[in-house]
């Protein structure tokens, strides 16, 4: 006769029953894995997507500025990242004292500059005085910097006093005339100067220099490949500057050079005629320098022009990193 024992059949159908559940149960788990990994959802495709999208985006696409003429060329590229009537020629203010600088550069070098009566205009600051001596640099750095009339006047005033007279004995050209020159030269066929500073000549009705903003940006290229010491001062909000006399502190006229990236350069103009204009070089890595040119906007709006510029350029750069 058998015996039933209700332990041992209990036992082994719990167990049965228990080995069957957990197979299942991996079961599911293993087609739940492979069904979020094969088939993400919707909302994970949209997030996907639009990081790519965005990745992409031109951050120069939707820019708006308020002047008129616009040039962003990245140097060590080669490239121009953003450009807006830059061919139009427009007054250029004080962006005309650049070229002021450098024909001042390969000619005055190294010159004492004595500071007479006719460096005094109607306008400008008068900070510089009557007799003073400067050297070379600090009257152009302090010109640069501060935007200086004067200082402008006073270089081309020491360039007629040095060069009166040719070898030939033919009276030598004026400072303009050679600032007209050496644009020819270097192939800056917009440039037209009528005088140093870039002031409006009123009665006249026109403007001190003109030129358009991919000129302005091949000048600065030019001068900085080659004569770089010339704007090294124009990456300073204040510098101190020494004549034979004394001090004087110069303010940078570029208010917003310490809010753009490892400034190399920048110089600002404004007239009546010209409005607002600002051109800065910056390295945007290392050793990739890129020239922002705006003109024609307004006093401030220059400032905002320039720095929105210089944000789109360092957006585009870290989206290529």
């Not at 953003?82 to 139009?88: C, I, L, Q, R």
């Not at 940006?217 to 124009?234: I, P």
């Amino acid at each position: 006769m058998k015996i039933f024992n209700p332990h041992v059949s209990r036992s082994f159908t719990t167990k049965s029953l228990l080995l069957v559940c957990i197979i299942s149960t991996l079961a599911i788990s293993v087609h739940y894995v492979q069904d979020v990994i094969t088939e993400p959802t919707q909302n994970s495709v949209i997030t996907i997507s639009t990081a790519q999208n965005k990745q992409k985006e031109n951050p120069f696409k939707d820019i708006v500025v308020e002047a008129k003429s616009v040039y962003v060329y990245d140097v060590a590229a080669r490239k121009v990242l953003y450009e807006k009537n830059a061919d139009s020629v427009v007054p250029l203010a004080s962006i005309t004292k650049i070229m002021t600088a450098l024909v001042a550069e390969e000619r005055l070098s190294g010159e004492k500059i004595v500071i007479k009566q006719d460096a005094f205009g109607e306008y400008g600051e008068n900070k510089l005085l009557l007799g003073d001596s400067w050297s070379f640099k600090n009257l152009i750095g302090y010109m640069l910097t501060v935007s200086s009339n004067d200082g402008a006047r006073a270089v081309a005033s020491a360039f007629q006093s040095i060069y009166q007279v040719e070898a030939d004995g033919l009276p030598s050209a004026s400072f303009e005339e050679l600032m007209n020159s050496r644009a020819k030269e270097l192939g800056l066929n917009s440039m037209r100067f009528n005088n140093p500073t870039g002031l409006d000549l009123e009665e006249q009705g026109i403007a001190g220099g003109y030129g358009n903003a991919k000129d302005v940006a091949k000048l600065f290229e030019y001068t900085l490949k080659n004569h770089s010491d010339l704007l090294v001062d124009t990456t300073k909000q204040v510098k101190y500057f020494y004549s034979d006399t004394g001090t004087l502190r110069g303010e940078n006229t570029n208010t917003i050079t310490n809010k753009i990236p490892n400034p190399l350069a920048s110089k600002t103009g404004y007239t009546t005629l010209a409005g607002g204009n600002l051109a800065v070089v910056f390295d945007k890595g290392l050793g990739e320098p890129v020239i922002i040119v705006a003109l024609g906007s307004s006093f401030d709006g220059r400032f905002s022009d320039v720095q929105r510029l210089a944000e789109a350029t360092m957006e585009s750069y870290n989206d290529t990193k």
